[in-house]
């Protein structure tokens, strides 16, 4: 069955317009194609969580500075405030994408009781899917698609939450166990917990002694072991995080850049261009006026 929603209806890729599509908690697009993809020529941050399905083709995906090469049939899982960046899009890519509020992920949450696989599904950016299940998910959109254009019944956010967890308890499941080993031990590694700090504090430190104190380490232990874990040094990745933002803010905002470089707690307008210059090889008015990205 045909969904009613389009994707050349909405426009996912502009931050501003996420809470326009979430007017009922869950929005569904049934009909992602490479042309639709290509639309992503620059970073993008993501406001809701999204649960994209790629049927077939292939793509090369950057979800916050992590880079996944995939095809079909696999799940994409883009968190709140994650960046996305899409590129060599093939011509028969197909995907659907659900877009979840936060309330609705809150639900799912509740009713999934903690099951480690759901875990799996909340934390892993990409899945791969067995070809055998593809059709049972495809029969699953056409669901989801069919209660959500229910939108006179008063039980319509139940339905829809029960829905998703019911296909997950179910069949989706099967998808997301043989990946339970992913999971990280308590703890984790040090590299995952320095890009979990970075990733919530780049705005205002960007200085290594601040996540060396939080760590409990010295910086010279953390630099080390960052660029062992991750080949990347420990001072380069919360760059990579700044200057990723400053051209999601430049590209897809209003605001001014005076207003990005107090979004980003720089000293000046004068010192954000000179840091922005120095890490990309363009001044920041340069780069929002369409000046290519470096390769």
Known sequence: MESQYSYDNIH???EEKVSDILDSDCFLIDHVTSQHLSLLTDPVKISAFTSVMVMKGEFRADISLSSFAMRGPSI??????????ASNISD?????????????????????GEMPAF????SRSVIPVAEE???????????LAALLAMRDNPFHFQAVG??????FCQTAWRVYEPHLKDLPITGGM???????LVRENFKKERFLDFYANELNITPKHLSRTIKTQTGVSAVEWIDRFVVLEAKVLLKSSR???????????FPSQSFFGKYFKKQTGFSPKEFRNGKEMPK
Do not use: C, H, W
């Not at 994409?76 to 960046?85: A, E, F, G, H, K």
């Not at 028969?92 to 999934?112: I, N, P, T």
């Open 12 to 14: 996912l890729p502009k």
């Open 76 to 85: 994409v899982n883009i968190r709140p405030s994650q960046i996305l960046t």
């Open 92 to 112: 028969d890519f197909e995907a659907v994408a659900v877009v979840m509020s936060e309330r609705l992920r809150d639900y799912l949450f509740l009713l999934s």
């Open 119 to 122: 875990n799996i599904a909340a």
């Open 133 to 143: 299940y593809v059709g049972d998910f495809r029969n699953f959109y056409d669901r």
């Open 162 to 167: 029960l829905a998703i967890m019911q296909f």
């Open 190 to 196: 040090l590299s995952d917990r320095f890009l979990t």
């Open 255 to 265: 605001l001014n850049i005076q207003q990005i470089s107090d979004n980003l707690n």
